[in-house]
């Protein structure tokens, strides 16, 4: 906190109102979701998710079958979930080839009508995904108080 101006945090040089870190906050959470929605689940509907939602694809549902003593590297609540895995495993999949324009983004078609991988693209989708858990990991270390350590680190999957 800074010594003489209230609402105000200062550290070496910079100074931040407690009003700008709040903005600041919410810009980064709103630009997270509109990754995820709208990049990374292909703009997904409000029904969608609300569908995914009643089907066990949800944070809420996942979460009861969640082991909160595992710090197994790599595994998080949707791991110890078997009905909700195989959906969430399909879903991006499903969609894509449901999808025509999708699935031209993604498939290109050679021979006898089959689907090839445009690998290009696929690479253009991870970096995505890459960029929206950076985006999501900077959110949890600034919003906690103290730095992540390697187990917190591992088991963090979005």
């Known amino acids: 906190m800074h ?10 040089k910079v100074t931040v109102s407690r009003a700008d870190l709040a903005k600041v906050f919410r810009q980064a959470t709103t630009t997270c979701r509109a990754v995820l929605l709208e990049q990374l689940l292909f703009s997904i509907s ?5 569908d995914l939602g009643a089907r066990g694809l949800s944070l809420e ?11 197994t590297p790599y595994q998080c609540f949707r791991d110890f979930s078997t ?6 495993a399909a879903f991006l999949r499903d969609r894509v080839l449901e999808t025509p324009a999708l699935r031209r983004r993604f498939f290109s078609l050679q021979g006898q009508g089959q689907l090839v ?4 693209q696929l690479k253009c989708y991870l970096k995505e995904v890459k960029e929206f858990l950076q ?10 108080s103290l730095p992540l350590r390697g187990t917190e680190l591992c088991t963090l999957r979005f």
């Open 117 to 120: 991988p445009c690998k290009r």
């Open 3 to 12: 010594p003489t101006l209230p609402e105000t945090l200062s550290y070496g």
């Open 83 to 88: 009905t909700t895995s195989s959906i969430s």
């Open 61 to 71: 549902a996942l979460s009861k079958e969640e082991d909160y003593f595992n710090t």
């Open 135 to 144: 985006l999501c990991l900077l959110l949890a270390y600034l919003t906690t």
């Open 46 to 50: 409000a029904q969608e998710l609300r």
